[in-house]
């Protein structure tokens, strides 16, 4: 054996081999671990720079519940009185989504645009009075764009006019546990009486899912195809964070960057708010923070919370709610007996300026919307609608309908409202009394216009509108006069044959009892 072989065989160089070979290790492991370090190093540093801004910031809220056992994880004034912004929309939807499951819309049903819903501040899809759009194009709408337009008209939908449609919100929240929200637009434009709470929030998700798991998706929407052109979502988190599904964005200068969040993944779930962000990247890197750190502590047992319980909603006059003052106490006037009295959230910063990257340039519009007035004679009305009150042609019941639900005992006949039909926007004349079902194509200002609308009309749908009756209906709002262009007499089928025929050669049609 050569002196050159006995020596590689011998115990001290064998050491010496192993000691190279395990700082090769070494060296290789850390080259390799050296990105992943830099970008959890950066990921921490980000985070806890944000976590610093908030815990500067007095108008931060936030919360983490797990909805599989409704154990709160994390909280910071989850109870203090913020502004909600655009996720208002989700008790708006919530209010949709309810017409639905009871089966007095379907999502192929169109909703009119009226010049109220048209004249909202961006973000907005831009439609004209006179208008429809399918009910799931709407859905898709205010998850994706946040459209204010489309909003304030399925609140006219619903509710006859947007200040009664709030009325309705408020109600609803309040049969939900909401005890703290107050709803004055459907949108979430500024409004300072509009407030809510993080934990008012998170009941709001969580009864949406548990109550409507068909429409709920909807929230999972990460772009819409409307008319040709791609909407992404304002989520940013869809697609980046493993699990998150939902469900909506909202910036207002007064409420900060907010975000409502639902996390599905491993037999887990989580809903969590983060309010008064100072800019959407901060907002989103603490929630992706929240969600790192809790998801772990929620329960992979299943569903074991009870479903949130919706209560009976009491008579209120939700119109005499005390105004918030930057220095005194925010009282709400609403539900049977007044909420304790919170601080008013204090005013953000007038300059507008948005960092880079923010989401609030096309969130929504920070100049205040002028105040809806309501028409209506008095403000404590029912809560429900029904298919009349809605103008719309009934379709199939929904697919739970029937099935039980975990609700509160429904208030006795004494205790109930009476039913009143939504009464509309505008100070219209009553129309002619033709009976039965009429159609409306759109509106025009000028009566001449409004009758070559009925023209061209029964020229592409000879068949369906051959025995109808043209007619033009002059409608005053405020200082301006516009004429609707409405066919009647026609029964509930041949306005909804016509509707479909005029659709098909690209002209809106909406039907209504007459």
Known sequence: MSMALRRFRSPAFRYVNMAFGACATLALCGAFALPAQAHWRHYHRYVHYARAQAADDPAFAALVVDAN???????ANEDAPRHPASLTKVMTLYLLFEQLDKGALTLQSEIPITEHAAAQE?????????????????IKAIVTRSANDVAVAIGEAIGGDESHFAELMT?????????????????????????????????????TEERFPRYFKYYSTAEFDYQGEVIGN?????????????????????????????????????????????????????????????????????HTAPMIAEAASPKADLSKADLPKSDLPLQLAIARAPVAAVPAPPARPVAGQLEEGDDGSDEEAVVPAPPVKST??????????????????KGPDGADAGKPRAVAPPTPPEAAPAKATPVALESAPSAPDHGGWIIQIGTSDDDDKANALLTRARAQARAQLGAARPFTEKVGKG???????????????GAETACRSLKKSGIPCFAAHD
């Open 376 to 393: 209506r004679p008095a403000p404590n009305l029912v809560a429900d609608a029904s298919p009349q009150a809605l103008g719309w042609v």
């Open 171 to 207: 109600r609803k929240a309040h049969a939900l546990g909401m005890s703290r929200t107050l709803y004055r637009n459907a949108s979430g434009l500024p409004n300072d009486e509009q407030i809510t709470t993080a934990r008012d929030l998170s009941i709001l998700a969580r009864a």
């Open 479 to 493: 200082s301006d006069i516009f004429y609707r262009a409405r066919f009647a007499g026609l029964d509930s089928a």
């Open 69 to 75: 056992s409704g154990r709160t994880l994390y909280a």
């Open 122 to 138: 961006p973000s907005k899809l831009g439609l004209e009075p006179g208008d429809t759009i399918s009910v799931e194009d709407a």
């Open 234 to 302: 304002h989520n940013h988190l869809l697609g980046r964070v493993d699990g998150v599904d939902g469900i909506k964005t909202g910036y207002t200068r007064a409420s900060g960057f907010n975000l409502l969040t639902s996390v599905h993944r491993e037999g887990r779930s989580l809903v969590a708010v983060v309010m008064g962000g100072r800019t959407a990247n901060a907002r989103d890197v603490y929630m992706e923070g929240l969600i790192r750190d809790h998801f772990a502590q929620a329960s992979d047992r299943g």
